[in-house]
């Protein structure tokens, strides 16, 4: 019978696909409001989506591992016993997977004391004698030999589960040179690393081919293994009985007893109300549509009366980008009045790279797409440029950039009502930013059109910027019924009116004194090379200081210094790990080490500025809202948030920043304890506000309560204590980090403690109570409602939950800080604004701005700054503001 007219059976293995779908796609980019980690699930459901589409199988079922021992473990204890513990992210993946599975009516099979594995080969063989064109779908490279006529392997590639690798007998011969049925003797003589079957020694899979196509099998290869030369012959003769043991292992078994048969496994229909249930616990919004779309289509779903969808073709259900109109003139500002009117339309400004200039605007609305040539000697586009510069809500992706380009193009922008990408950071602040095409498929759950980089007549045309748009709008629409009504919040009043803010910033730059930096590297490599060769005559001899290797060696091995953690390379040479090594074990050359370190990293840091200046003479730094998860802004390209405060170097650097020679001078302002006065709010603790409301110095108030003496009493020492310890019981600082960070007995830092939270209860339950309320809502929130979630508050591996429960305690904290100083920066920029002020905010570096004040706008200025920043937040406390002048950001220090 020909392939076309057989039913089709589809064997998947099921852990297997399972956990390359969970490390194909990032984890923190999926996980349920329970707090489950669902990446494997989602990845592969899509995969399984995409397999029912493609290959339309008329008979299904996947089979599962239940543990991993098996019959194998029992004779070969070390079989797969180099395999790491399951990601405790993956646990519980597997249930859900198959709950999921049950709902779709697809036949899931285990069996007690054998492998999934074994269950693929037992129901291959079955379809085959009974006429089915077979497909197995395993990452288990075992799998191939399952290969003949009736049985194809669907082998997942090195990106994951999206692309399958199709192995027939042509494309395994092609592959490998051996027919399917031969690979388990050539996996014999080479070994399997992911099984722990050690192979001979010397063998390689070339020569195992060479020697399994001379000789026809393995027995027949250890018949001959006299007649084998050399070194490898001679490996063969002492390790046969590794091959001999390896072959016995991977022989998949095929005649397993199991409760079903193919003919069991035909595609029955699937249950709508159950998929609903579950995909609803998975929150798998695109996942349910594309699935339900597959069954209405082929007429396969339980309980649910005909529809116009039943009778409908998938592609007839799957949105179609509208055909891309070029519209200019009149016919272009009717097309944008009635947009705005029907509501919020998407678009996307299209940038040459290279020259940043704009080239077009591509804009979109549910069911049309426009394209909008821009150019220096255009048409009339008063109606673009009048629409743009209105309030009319628009939708973009990334604004940011396209607002600088408009900007630098002259064009006035407002209005923007949705940044996707913002959006998404809000909804999984743990993920990392997403790119437009990995939106479209983690949102759409579809690939976006994209032309291949690395041809040079590409096969396929990336689609337009109008089509960018319509992408976005429906990206948009999804987000806005994904995110919760705090976070929303927290979009629509404090992230995106910032996103203007910060491109005029980045816009503005700061100026730099070339000369101070360039004095300051020459002096630091002098010094570097200076600590460089005194630590080489401490050795006798030089060395790659940069080098952990070789480090580990004259440290550990020629000098015998006591070991610091293991790591997979040797011990560790990090700045931690060598800092406290000194500490109590001092040594020359390990001294002249770390001080060696110190002036190349602020060397390093001087360098990267330096090629940051532009031909202005300005540091343009990028910001990054979505760079952390706590809320607060990153900066990049360059950094201007790594350099150190505290030290003369880094001080050095800092007044490398100036004000321009047109400008009067700089203004620095800064919160004082902003944390620890969120703390007070947040806690309500008596003592903690009585401090902040009297204007006392918070520490030496709390210094003198816990050691019982006059706050004149407190000594530095006394103070220092205190104040370590404040700030560490809100990042969840142990008695044993206390006592390391500040060199004191473990007992006395327990005791510090202790007495600390004895005179402010209302902290202790604070704290307590912040991680306990997170575990039962799977999310902390700030004082304005952005959420941040934490799943691993309920995770079995206690390092997870542990690192969980300390970012859960600060994480109200720290994002209510960034909301309150973004607050501060949007009424500091409309006042600015509206009093038609030249001054200008310039940085943002942690809880500091900085602004270049214009000739007779101190007063002004500073006035502004100081309301502003004081009054961004109601507290039980005042939010302390202090303000610092000069002619650069070291001399404006305060």
Known sequence: MPHSEKPTLLIIDGHSLAFRAFYALPVDSFMNREGQHTNAIHGFIAMFINLLKQEKPTHIAVAFDISRYSFRTREYPEYKG?????????????????EALHAMNIVTVTKEDFEADDILATLARQGDEAGYRVLVVSGDRDAIQLVNENVTLLYPNARGVSELKRYDIEAVHERYGIQPHQYPEIAALVGETSDNLIGIDKVGEKTAVKWITQYGSLDEVLAHADEIKGVVGEKLREQKENAIRNRRLNRLVNDVELPVGPADLERRPMNEQAIREIFDKLQFKTLLERVLTIAAAEGGIDEAAPSDAALATEDDLTPRAPAVRTLIDEELANWLKKATSDGSPAIAVQIEHGQAGITGFGLA??????????????????????????????QLYYAKPQL????????????????????????????H?????????????????????????????????????????????????????????????????????????????????RPVLTGLREELTTRADDYATRAYAEIGREVNLGS???????????????????????????????????????????????????????????????????????????????????????????NLQNIPVRTEEGRRIRSAFISAPEYDTLLTADYSQIEMRIMAHLSGDAGLIEAFNAGEDLHRFVGSRIFGVDPAEVTSAMRSKVKAMSYGLAYGLSAFGLSKQLRIESSEAKQLMTDYFARFGAVRDYLRNVVEQARVDGYTETIFGRRRPFGD????????????ERAALNAPIQGSAADILKIAMLGIARDLR?????????????????????????????GIVTNRMSTAAE???PLDVQLGRGPNWDAAAH
């Open 548 to 638: 952990p290797k070789q480090l580990q060696q004259v440290l550990f091995d020629e000098l015998g210094m006591p070991k610091t953690r293991s790591t997979k390379t040797g011990y560790s040479t990090d700045a931690a790990s060598l800092t406290d090594l000194q500490e109590k074990s001092p040594h020359p050359f390990l001294g002249l080490l770390l001080q060696h370190r110190d002036v190349t990293k602020l060397k390093q840091i001087i360098e990267t500025l330096e090629r940051g200046v532009e031909q202005n003479g300005r540091i343009h730094t990028t910001y990054d809202q979505t760079g952390t998860s706590t809320g607060r802004i990153s900066s990049n390209d360059p």
């Open 433 to 513: 930013p997403l790119s437009l095409a990995d939106q479209v498929y983690e949102v759409l759950g579809e690939n976006l059109p994209q032309s291949d980089p690395n041809q040079l007549v590409p096969a396929d045309d990336a689609i337009g910027v109008a089509t960018e748009a319509w992408y976005v709008l429906r990206i948009a629409e999804s987000q806005a019924l994904a995110i919760d009504a705090g976070s929303r919040r927290v979009l629509d009043t404090i992230e995106l009116p910032l996103v203007s803010v910060l491109a005029r910033m980045e816009l503005d730059g700061v100026a730099i004194d």
């Open 82 to 98: 180099t395999r790491g513990e399951t990601p405790p992210e993956f646990v519980g993946q597997i249930p859900l997977l198959e």
């Open 834 to 862: 509206e009093q038609k002020l030249e001054s200008r905010m310039l940085l943002q570096v942690h809880d500091e701005l900085i602004f270049e004040v214009a000739t007779g706008e101190w007063d002004a200025l500073s």
């Open 793 to 804: 508050l309920t995770s079995s591996n206690r390092v997870l939950r542990d690192n969980a």
């Open 875 to 877: 507290l039980s406390v």
């Open 365 to 394: 609305t549910e069911d049309d797409s426009v394209y909008v040539p821009w150019a220096a000697e255009r048409p009339d586009y008063t109606a673009l440029e009048a629409w743009l510069a209105s309030d009319a809500p628009k």
């Open 404 to 431: 600088k380009a408009l900007s630098r193009a002259g064009i006035a922008f407002d209005g923007l009502a949705f940044d996707t990408r913002l959006a998404a950071w809000l909804i999984k602040p743990g993920g």
